[in-house]
């Protein structure tokens, strides 16, 4: 089952993951232990967050390691860019009317 990256990165926990692995591949023990969870419950989130591609296991030796897809990451960025214009142009907007506001005193 494909599953939607928004609906990946919703979830706290799933967020908390992808900024762990995000400087370095780690194994799901590594990510387990910054978690007051279960290792099964971290697997699962795991096995999520892998559906959407926003992770991808890598086997190095004996162990799995867990990498970010930076592409998917910039699926996210792409999406939220169209927002972004807008609050910069309303931010804009108010620093002109709070300006025209100090100099009318």
């Known amino acids: 089952m494909r ?50 591609e926003l992770i991808a296991p890598k086997q190095q030796g004996r162990e799995i390691y867990y990498q970010l897809q930076v592409r998917k990451m910039k699926e996210i960025d792409q999406w939220l860019e169209q927002f972004r214009k807008i609050w910069e142009d309303r931010f804009d907007n108010l620093d002109k009317y709070l300006a025209k506001i100090q100099n009318n005193k």
């Open 3 to 52: 599953r939607d990256i928004f609906q990946a990165i919703a979830d706290p926990t799933r967020r908390a993951i992808i900024t762990l692995i995000a400087m370095q591949a780690m194994t799901p023990n590594a990510i387990a232990e910054h978690f007051d969870t279960t290792r099964q419950a971290v697997s699962k989130h795991l096995r999520i967050l892998t559906e959407c």
